[in-house]
T-cell receptor, first 111, second 108 residues
Framework: NAGVTQTPKFRVLKTGQSMTLLCAQD?????MYWYRQDPGMGLRLIHY???????AKGEVPDGYNVSRLKKQNFLLGLESAAPSQTSVYFC??????????FGPGTRLTVL | AQRVTQPEKLLSVFKGAPVELKCNYS??????LFWYVQYSRQRLQLLLR??SRESIKGFTADLNKGETSFHLKKPFAQEEDSAMYYC??????????FGTGTSLTVIP
């Protein structure tokens, strides 16, 4: 089992560019999450999904979109990147009523 | 509203000394609480959860509903314990709420 994987590991964007982060899990988990991690602010939930075809907003959803077309994949999109979106992004998945398993993170810099 | 508070951003202790990382929460129902650890440039991983009542790497945490706390403790800190620690609460719909984290440094 690979667990939770994220692609890419690093990315540098210019302001206004778009990109998609991919999260994949092979544990057949129902729930998937996207967080951003910033110094002094801990982990903040961007969007999450409680099952294939569903998505919901978290604490800081503005500027991001997500899709969960397949149960094992959860995509995070930035349509027009801004410097404020420079962060480390973590994906996580969980079974019902269980703990979360995290991916290795994607370090994104927006210039 | 659900909230998790970790009052200490930074904590330094000497090797062999006891360590306590504080976590307080607010939640209207019956909470499920976790401690996650993140070693340097690694992914977050579960350290322990309150329902399992187990000790992992010498760490324990007791849920105190009266004080709404879930402090993490270890009697003798080791250098390899240096890491970022996050307290988290699981709420409705399996949504997790994380504290802002405490960076623990164990001084040799």
């Amino acid at each position: 089992n690979a667990g939770v994987t994220q692609t890419p590991k690093f990315r540098v964007l210019k302001t206004g560019q778009s990109m998609t982060l991919l999260c994949a899990q092979d544990m057949n988990h129902e729930y998937m999450y996207w967080y951003r991690q910033d110094p002094g602010m801990g982990l903040r939930l961007i969007h999450y999904s409680v099952g294939e075809g569903t998505t919901a907003k978290g604490e800081v959803p503005d500027g991001y979109n997500v899709s969960r077309l397949k149960k094992q994949n959860f995509l995070l999109g930035l349509e027009s990147a801004a410097p404020s979106q420079t962060s480390v992004y973590f994906c996580a998945s969980a079974a019902i009523s269980d703990t979360q398993y995290f991916g290795p993170g994607t370090r994104l810099t927006v210039l | 509203a659900q909230r998790v508070t970790q009052p200490e951003k930074l904590l330094s202790v000497f090797k062999g000394a006891p360590v306590e990382l504080k976590c307080n929460y607010s939640y209207s129902g019956s909470p499920e609480l976790f401690w996650y650890v993140q070693y340097s440039r690694q992914r977050l991983q579960l350290l322990l959860r309150h329902i399992s009542r187990e000790s992992i790497k010498g760490f324990t945490a007791d849920l105190n509903k009266g004080e709404t706390s879930f402090h993490l403790k270890k009697p003798f800190a080791q250098e390899e314990d240096s890491a970022m620690y996050y307290c988290a609460l699981s709420g409705p719909g399996n949504q997790f709420y994380f504290g802002t984290g405490t960076s623990l440094t164990v001084i040799p």
